[in-house]
């Protein structure tokens, strides 16, 4: 038998192969209740994807956010957050300024 903490792994990266959404929900809710109405930047929130997503690329991520505020500003990097994290969405406070809303 497995440690405890082994099982529960073993049950998310199966969560994750079945519904990956799931998972980020999850990650997102466990985050959230460590950092309720934290002031974010654009660093924070790649930063942040990392946490839900580790095969993502925390500076690569940061550029492409960079890039889209440049084009759109704070609205793209909203838009683009709320979809790399399947429903997350951002309080814009401006000039690159977020905060996670609920």
């Known amino acids: 038998m497995k440690k405890p903490e082994d099982n529960k792994q073993m049950l998310f990266e199966m969560m994750k ?6 998972i ?8 959230l ?4 109405g934290e002031l974010l930047g654009i660093a924070d929130l790649a930063e942040f994807l990392t946490r839900v997503d580790p095969n993502v690329n925390q500076e ?3 550029g492409v956010m960079q890039q889209e505020y440049q084009k759109g500003g704070d609205d793209a990097v909203r838009k683009f957050f709320y979809e790399m994290t399947k429903g997350t969405d951002l309080q814009i ?5 977020y905060a996670l809303k609920f």
């Open 17 to 22: 192969k079945v519904n990956p959404s799931f």
């Open 93 to 97: 406070l401006g000039r690159g300024k």
């Open 33 to 36: 209740k460590e950092n309720p």
């Open 60 to 62: 690569e991520m940061q």
């Open 24 to 31: 980020i929900k999850e990650e997102i809710q466990n985050i």
